[in-house]
């Protein structure tokens, strides 16, 4: 579920956002996207209602751990943002047992796992152009995706025995 606060923060617009929070967090939605861009808070009249809802999402259990998720999330995103330089989207929802990370940019390129080795497992994290034989070990599924004005690197991260 997206919901999409546009406009000067007022207490009928809070009234609106935090109607739109309670009908998300009724039923454990597959994820809730909190589109902010164009809200005008200079004085962040809004923040206790953000809180509150970040209080009341945090009893939700997400199927993976963001922990098991987060290698993946990160690569993807320190992807898009080296080699694409564009604006980039990120979206992480529930699928299914797991979890679905898609990043998508504004290079139409699809992106490829560079082929030269590692010879170890410090030399694949400290080591520059490794972004994507990190995803392939650390997700069950990755690809790409060619969209209009871009593509959409995406991965799926499914909960690991006994964590």
């Known amino acids: 579920m997206k919901i999409g606060v546009?406009?000067?923060?007022?207490?009928?617009?809070?009234a609106t956002v935090s109607?739109?929070?309670?009908?998300?967090?009724?039923?454990?939605?597959?994820?809730?996207?909190?589109?902010?861009?164009?809200?005008?808070?200079?004085?962040?009249a809004s923040m206790p209602l953000w809180l509150a809802a970040h209080r009341a999402a945090s009893v939700l259990r997400p199927p993976v751990p963001f922990a098991v998720c987060l290698p993946t999330a990160s690569e993807l995103v320190v992807n898009a943002v080296e080699h694409a330089g564009t604006d980039i989207r990120v979206t992480v929802s529930h699928r299914g047992g797991g979890m679905?990370?898609?990043?998508?940019?504004?290079?139409?390129?699809?992106?490829?796992?560079?082929?030269?080795?590692?010879?170890?497992?410090?030399?694949?994290?400290?080591?520059?152009?490794?972004?994507?034989?990190?995803v392939h070990?650390?997700?069950?599924?990755?690809?790409?995706?060619?969209?209009?004005?871009?593509?959409?690197v995406w991965?799926?991260?499914?909960?690991r025995p006994g964590g």
């Not at 009724?26 to 962040?44: C, K, N, R, S, T």
């Open 6 to 14: 546009h406009g000067r923060w007022s207490r009928r617009l809070g």
């Open 19 to 44: 109607a739109a929070i309670a009908k998300c967090l009724a039923e454990p939605p597959v994820a809730v996207i909190a589109d902010l861009y164009d809200l005008g808070d200079p004085d962040a």
């Open 100 to 134: 679905h990370l898609a990043v998508h940019d504004g290079v139409s390129r699809l992106s490829q796992p560079r082929h030269s080795q590692p010879s170890t497992r410090t030399d694949l994290v400290t080591r520059r152009g490794t972004g994507l034989r990190v």
């Open 137 to 152: 070990a650390d997700a069950d599924a990755w690809g790409a995706i060619p969209t209009r004005g871009g593509k959409i």
């Open 155 to 159: 991965a799926a991260v499914r909960a």
